[in-house]
């Protein structure tokens, strides 16, 4: 009872500090208050959140739920000759590259990652823009990557290298999760989306799925991991391409 109690506070605290977070988000971002206002809240809520979450899985659909189209968002077919060269291949020649604070870096193929322990999930994505899909992801579990290159004592955080320049900057998209998400059972290197190979417009031929978190999070088009210590000197230094831009780095649901 009490208990229940100081979860329910904790949850009002976590909306309003939160709330902002989950309102819209290429309008809002032009906006330096509100950018301010997410940056002050943000490490609050992840604390808050991971209290109230542990290791919870996120929330699991049935079959009967599966959204008729998966709406995709952000890039939706890669232009540039590398990744252009690789779908006209079938991703034949796709190699996913391994690396950073890693005791045994690796090169795999599709059926290498194909080979490694899986699991098949149906999840809401939620985007920040407002809108949700729920789909059946089926992926290699990041863990058990993690299990095979063997993470080095220092290593902090998984950087994930995508194929795409993104947006008006021409920058390419990136992202990163702590260990203890990558390492989360719901973490998947996802290959399938409801049952068929993952289409372009979702990120082939592999894209992230971080359940608890919102859609900008789960990078498409992943031509490289690299596990590192900090992310200071990536990028704009904070985490991703939504974060450099103002976004919240851990975006928890
Ligand atoms: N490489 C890459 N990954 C990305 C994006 C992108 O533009 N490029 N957009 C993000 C955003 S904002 C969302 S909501 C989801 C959309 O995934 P979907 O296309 O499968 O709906 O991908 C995320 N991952
Ligand atoms: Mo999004």
Same mark, same amino acid.
């Given at each position: 009872m009490a208990n229940n109690k100081r979860r329910h506070a904790l949850k009002m605290m976590l909306a309003l500090g939160g709330g902002a977070l989950l309102s819209g988000c290429d309008r809002l971002s032009r906006s330096d208050r509100f950018v301010r206002l997410l940056n002050t809240a943000e490490p609050l809520n992840e604390k808050l959140q991971r209290a109230l979450t542990g290791s919870a899985l996120a929330r699991e659909y049935t079959?009967?739920?599966?959204?008729?189209v998966f709406r995709p968002n952000g890039e939706?077919?890669?232009?540039n000759s590398a990744y252009r060269q690789l779908a006209a291949n079938q991703f034949a020649d796709y190699r996913l590259e391994v690396g950073g604070r890693v005791q045994a870096p690796q090169r795999l193929t599709l059926a290498d990652i194909r080979a490694l322990p899986a699991r098949t999930q149906i999840t809401r994505h939620d985007c920040v823009e407002g809108w949700s899909a729920i789909g059946q992801w089926t992926g290699a579990r990041l863990a058990a990557l993690l299990d095979l290159v063997q993470p080095m004592g220092d290593a902090n955080y998984v950087v994930f290298r995508c194929a795409d320049l993104w947006g008006r900057s021409q920058e390419p998209y990136y992202e990163s999760i702590d260990l203890e998400e990558a390492r989360h059972p719901q973490t998947l290197l996802a290959y399938e989306l409801n049952g068929a190979p993952l289409p372009i417009a979702n990120g082939a031929p592999l894209r992230l799925r971080v359940?608890?978190?919102? $859609?900008?999070?789960?990078?498409?088009?992943?031509m490289a991991i690299e596990l590192v210590?900090?992310?200071?000197?990536?990028?704009?230094?904070? $985490?991703g391409y939504w974060e450099d831009r103002g976004y919240a780095w851990y975006a928890g649901i």
């Open positions: 079959t009967a739920d599966i959204s008729p939706t077919d890669p232009q359940e608890r978190q919102l $859609g900008y999070k789960m990078a498409k088009y992943i210590n900090s992310f200071a000197h990536i990028g704009g230094g904070r $985490g």
